[in-house]
């Protein structure tokens, strides 16, 4: 696939890679690598003889990765695999420990154009999101085999939305008729659910549910908390993590786990004596996310919600 075919515009480049203080020599993870606009800046900003390790669980980001990453590929090893296991992909390479690591969190676009991956409602397909083309489960398995409770909290804790439950009824409805199969199906059992005056306003009416589903498809929430509990483990001293985040339940976990490791004492505030015996692994670099500037954001729209934060190993 060419790079026409593979349009991702990378959000917060500069800014990240100014942050992550890249330097000669050092060895960078990119987990998110999609088309590779981190990747590359970090093998620039490592030049000589930096190592960068690109990890992304797409196989379809894979493969353009071995036609852009041809000219680098003494410095850059390609994982396919899911950042949850960071750890174990280090030591698969014999690495130990690195000096930074950049997460850009959600799909990449050519997830959400390639109509076929079930991750727009704006194309036909079959109900699928998943970024591993290998993952258990899919979003078709979800909307005909979840209940509707557990529908309900997917659509509202990852979706915020409103309607959540009376979509949730009207799926468990509709799938006694039949199965619901296609992107299509379920964008129409939406629009029936959710009333009409709502949704005269604001974004397609499909739009949160869509992004429930896919979180969820993919345990994006899990496979960043996995993520930032590994991280003081695998970066050097000085090391940096670089997390830019598109959702407020994403930003919500990235600072709470920055928070936490960056806290001495532990303990409920009433006892005498600390207990805990927890020590601060990192220092917090952002005390507020930086967010992308106007200018950036009117060249990408899709920069709109970015939040970039990032953390020092102590
Ligand atoms: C927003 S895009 C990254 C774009 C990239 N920074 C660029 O400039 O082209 C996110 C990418 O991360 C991948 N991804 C998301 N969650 C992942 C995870 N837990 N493990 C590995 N890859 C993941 C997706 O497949 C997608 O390709």
């Known amino acids: 696939m060419g790079d026409a075919e593979f349009l991702h515009q ?21 987990g998110t690598m999609g088309g590779g606009g981190h990747t590359r800046a970090l093998l620039e900003a490592s ?20 036609g852009w990453g041809e000219p680098w590929m003494e410095r850059l090893r390609l994982v396919k695999g899911n950042f949850r296991d960071l750890s174990a992909h280090l030591e698969q390479l014999g690495i130990l420990k690195v000096d930074g690591i950049v997460c850009d969190l959600g799909v990449s676009s050519p997830q959400l154009d390639r109509g076929e991956r079930g991750f727009s409602y ?5 109900l699928d999101m998943r970024m591993d083309e290998f993952g258990d ?10 209940d509707a409770t557990e529908l309900t909290k997917i659509f509202r804790d990852y979706g915020e939305e409103k309607w959540a439950a009376r979509v949730a009824e009207r799926i468990t409805l509709e799938r006694k008729k039949k199965p619901i199969e296609t992107t299509t199906e379920l964008v129409e059992i ?78 409920p505030p009433h006892l005498p004596k600390c207990v805990c015996g927890h020590v601060a692994r990192l220092k917090v670099v952002t005390r507020k996310p930086i967010l992308p500037s106007e200018d950036e954001v009117v060249a990408n729209p899709r920069a709109r919600s970015a939040k970039l934060r990032v953390a020092e190993r102590l």
């Open 10 to 30: 990378t959000v917060l480049l500069h800014e990240t890679i100014d942050l992550l203080q890249v330097h000669s020599g050092g060895i960078y993870v990119d």
């Open 47 to 66: 030049a000589p003889d930096g190592l960068v390790i690109a990890v992304d669980q797409d196989q379809v980001a894979m493969d353009h990765a071995k």
């Open 122 to 126: 704006q194309h036909e397909a079959h």
């Open 137 to 146: 489960i899919t979003a078709m398995d979800l909307v005909n085999h979840s």
């Open 190 to 267: 939406i629009k029936a659910a959710i009333p009409a005056a709502a949704r005269r306003t604001g974004p397609h009416p499909a739009r949160r549910i869509f992004q429930a589903l896919r979180i969820a498809v993919n345990d994006e929430l899990g496979a960043l908390e996995k993520l930032l509990a590994d991280l003081p483990d695998c970066l050097k001293q000085s090391g940096r993590i670089a997390v830019i985040s598109f959702h407020s339940l994403e930003d919500r976990i990235v600072k709470k786990a920055f928070q936490l490791e960056a806290t001495d004492c532990i303990c």
